[in-house]
């Protein structure tokens, strides 16, 4: 498998000059450009005696002196921000996030079920090594030092193909942000099989080239044998590969003697970061990772030395996608005209059939009719005009949709197991849409609900609150109750800050022991239901999506959505609010995210009409429990009426009636009996499909799709 991906691992720099986005081809060009464009200017100003020569300051000789191609490494070193390295705090998750991403894609695609080590240790005062090792196919030695030490070098660019990575920027771009801000080389031992020797290399990028040095082993790297020879050399050399030796487990659960790693990889990066637990930090991002990915063992180790470990529930691996081949309506033209240059098909009949999904011969010629083109052109002879021709007889044509066996969602039975594992609530519903298409690219979206249950900031203890409060970078008590905890919203923070009595504006380090017992005594106390925001869990791929939440095309659907019909509170085009949270994934062969450090999925049509359709499908299972569980509630009270007074009643008539004891017992006992018959309701359980809610609705409450998890003190 590490051979297979390893044929599939090139450089993109081809495809990136070729479309123009990136700098340094385009530099070239660019470069020539300007520099006509000023001999232009040159020429011109000399039509403008008022203007003199000698006031200007460059001309196009000494400008020339000054441009020079600028390499993808340099680019992004500048632009960090751009690939999610905005700030010490970011980067940690950013590069845990695109080492864990990497190993479960390995895994996934070798049909290995995946076991993952993260590791984040302090090692001066700003400065974290940061380790995450997998159990995954490894990696071949030739290609380990391109894949750490070159930025746009990776297997998943180029393939229209379900997977977490797509650009094959992510783990390099994480070793140059450390070599760039602590001097440290990458260090990665992989292995690709049991009898195999592993690899270690120490590397770090050449911005400037955009290639990989790799430093030890005189520029060769260094191999380590396998059995105790290697594991003595291990030790020896001081590489970490704690996991040399794993310790597996037998059909009876029992742990087996220790076993060497048959194969797999670690990455070490030592970087200028910042450990803060809360939204948006490797913690939560380990958190949500476990709720989409059931099938994934995770052993974290926090930069405090915690231990957290996230067992898999199921074995069972995701089905593998498939690679499908671009669907002719998503085609641009100028990436028409590219392809028809870049290939080895010798008619155009061959190249539209080959080249694209859903192109029979019968469909090809239609295009090439319509056209106005022979159907046994060769393609590299299609000028400039035909390729537009060809361009728009495609939009013309009736082709059908892509296949869209391609996806593997989530599935609703998980999505409600997965919810359930980390939300605490009372009712759990899911929808999975079916698939759809934007652009070409085939995609589908899944929606899952919780309801009910506590916020995470009435569950935490005086002294989680207390380091929380000394971590944060949050500059008032209000940002930090919203920033560090999920759900609670402006008002919901309000309400805490003024029963805690402490400053809105004063600072999280700055309360004493006093004040942090008062606002943990608020945090509990306080009816957060009402003030707590909907949170909302993003995905796509499998992968959580914690940042640029506004500019994300599910918020945007969340807050577009009116959730007033289904029962919630929402002022308009705001968050709703109550305990609810709701997780939203989107599957696809190539997720449109609006910038290269994949925080927001971008708002083309059909994504924003199934985004609306799968909230609104969860929000009416959310609506009907809500009637059903409020009718419960309300028969109660009536009953309690009626009960309240029913002794008064049988007490009252037995004197009119001169009723004995025993009449007046068999009377508030038949009284007793009309009054529950009439609030019946009241009775009335909904087991944990929601089954026995009133006919009509039981049987809107699909089997998989709902989970009701009966609550201590309320009917259900
Ligand atoms: N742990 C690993 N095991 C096996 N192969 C790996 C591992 N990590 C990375 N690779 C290979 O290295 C390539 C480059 O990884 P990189 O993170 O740079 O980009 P990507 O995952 O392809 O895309 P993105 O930039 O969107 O994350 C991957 O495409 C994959 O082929």
């Known amino acids: 498998m590490a051979k297979a991906s390893a044929t599939a691992q090139k450089s993109l720099d081809f495809e990136a000059s070729e479309s123009g986005d990136f700098v340094n081809k385009r530099a070239g060009k660019n470069g020539e450009a300007a520099a006509n464009g000023s001999a232009e200017n040159g020429a011109a100003h000399d039509e403008h005696p008022t203007e003199s020569p000698s006031k200007r300051r460059s001309n196009a000789e000494t400008m020339a002196t000054k441009q020079k191609e600028i390499s993808v490494s340099e680019f992004f070193a500048k632009n960090r921000h751009l690939l999610g390295f905005d700030n010490p705090r970011k980067a940690l998750l950013t590069t845990v996030k695109e080492a864990v991403d990497n190993s479960l894609d390995a895994c996934e695609e070798a049909g290995i079920v995946p076991e993952i080590w993260v590791i984040i240790e302090p090692t001066t005062n700003s400065r974290y090594k940061v380790s995450i090792q997998d159990n995954g196919p490894g990696i071949v030695k030739k290609q380990i030092p391109l894949i750490f030490g070159k930025l746009l070098y990776g297997s998943k660019f180029h393939r229209l193909r379900m997977s977490r990575g797509q650009q094959g920027i992510g783990i390099s771009a994480a070793g140059m942000y450390g070599v760039l801000t602590t001097g440290k080389p990458v260090k990665i031992i992989s292995k690709t099989g049991p009898k195999q020797k592993a690899h270690y290399f120490e590397l770090q990028i050449d911005t400037k080239r955009n290639h990989p040095e790799i430093i030890n082993g005189k520029g060769e790297g260094v191999d380590i044998a396998h059995g105790e020879e290697g594991h003595e050399q291990l030790v020896k050399q001081g590489i970490d590969w704690e996991a040399y030796y794993l310790a597996e487990e037998g059909p009876d659960g029992q742990k087996k003697p220790q076993q060497e ?69 998503g085609v641009e033209l100028g990436r028409l005209m590219t392809m028809l240059q870049d290939n080895s098909f010798s008619t155009i009949t061959q190249f539209l059939t080959e080249s694209f999904s859903r192109v029979s011969n019968a469909v090809a010629s239609n295009i090439c009719e319509t056209a106005k083109i022979s159907s046994r052109a060769h393609p590299k002879r299609i000028g400039r005009q035909e390729a537009d021709a060809l361009f728009q007889a495609i939009q013309n044509t009736k082709i059908s949709a892509p296949a869209t066996d391609c996806l593997c969602p989530i599935g609703e039975p998980l999505i409600l197991k997965g919810l359930h594992h980390v939300v605490p609530g009372e009712f759990y519903c899911a929808d999975t849409r079916p698939p759809a298409v934007y ?139 109550g305990p609810v949270s709701v997780m939203v994934h989107m599957a696809s062969v190539w997720v449109p995210f609006t910038s290269e450090s994949k925080e927001a999925i971008a708002g083309y049509p059909e994504i924003q009409k ?71 309701e009241a009775d009335m359980k909904l087991d944990s499909r929601g089954k026995k809610i009133v006919a009509e609705e039981a049987e809107a409450f699909d089997d998989d799709k709902v989970l009701i998890v009966p609550q201590d003190g309320t009917s259900a």
């Not at 930090?480 to 999280?508: W, Y």
């Open 439 to 577: 652009r070409g690219n085939p995609f589908q979206i899944e929606v899952g609900l919780a309801y009910g249950g506590v916020s995470s900031a009435q569950k935490v203890s005086l002294d989680a609150l207390q380091t929380f409060l000394a971590e944060s970078d949050a500059r008032t008590i209000r940002q930090f109750l919203m920033n560090t905890f999920d759900g609670v919203g402006g008002d919901g923070a309000d309400k805490i800050i003024a029963e805690a009595g402490v400053g809105t504006r004063q600072s999280p380090g700055k309360l004493d022991k006093k004040e942090i017992a008062k606002l943990h005594a608020a945090m509990r106390n306080v009816n957060l239901s009402e003030g707590q925001t909907m949170q909302v869990m993003r995905y796509a791929n499998r992968v959580p999506l914690q940042f640029s939440m506004s500019a994300c095309a599910i918020t945007q659907a969340v807050m577009g959505t009116n959730w007033r019909a289904y029962g919630l509170t929402q002022s308009r085009g705001g968050l709703p609010t």
């Open 610 to 680: 199934e985004l609306r359709l799968g909230l609104q499908a969860v929000g009416r299972r959310l609506q009907m429990y809500l009637n059903a569980r409020n009718k419960v509630k309300q028969e109660g009270e009536r009953r309690s009426v009626f009960l309240r007074y029913l002794k008064e009643v049988a007490g009252a008539v037995s004197e009119i009636q001169d009723l004995n004891e025993k009449k007046q017992t068999e009377l508030y006992d038949r009284l007793l009996n009309v009054a529950k018959k009439k609030t019946a």
């Open 261 to 329: 790693v048959k194969s797999g990889t670690r990455v070490t990066i030592e970087l200028e970061a910042k450990y803060v637990r809360g939204r948006g930090s490797v913690d939560e991002y380990l958190e949500q990772t476990a709720i989409a990915n059931p099938h994934v063992t995770i052993h974290y180790k926090d930069a405090e030395g915690q231990e957290t470990h996230y067992k898999r529930s199921t074995t069972d691996l995701p089905a593998e996608p498939k690679e499908i081949k671009p669907h002719p309506y």
